[in-house]
């Protein structure tokens, strides 16, 4: 079975990474959401995962969805966010997140 977030059916289920940015304190736009999603189905070993459509997706900006938790997370990443812009300080951290799932993704 394959997993992605569109359409209907088993394939359309909620994305396993959707905690992570409550935790985080803010939204990415759909593209890095899907693209986070994918790297962690795949990094967790699951058979068949869809790589998702991206070449649709817009731009819709970084939603903070809570200050507090944005600067606990950027903490615990050892990302500095006193005097800088929010957006920057969540730009860091989805960063983070893509560097961390590109050096675990399995080597084929």
């Known amino acids: 079975m394959t997993h992605n977030s569109e359409g209907a059916g088993p394939a359309a289920q909620k994305p396993e990474t959707a ?4 935790e985080a304190g803010f939204i990415p736009p759909p593209f890095y959401q ?3 999603e994918f790297m962690h189905r795949t990094c967790m070993g699951e058979p068949g995962v869809a ?3 991206l070449r649709r997706e ?3 900006g970084f939603v903070i ?3 507090g938790r944005l600067r606990e997370f950027a903490a615990s990443c050892n990302i500095r966010w006193q005097g800088r ?3 920057c300080v969540a730009i860091e951290i989805l960063i983070a997140l893509l ?3 590109t050096r675990e993704i399995p080597q084929n």
């Open 19 to 22: 905690q992570v940015w409550r």
């Open 34 to 36: 899907k693209l986070i």
């Open 51 to 53: 790589a998702p459509d």
């Open 58 to 60: 817009r731009d819709t």
């Open 65 to 67: 969805t809570d200050q």
């Open 85 to 87: 812009k929010r957006e």
């Open 99 to 101: 560097n961390d799932y």
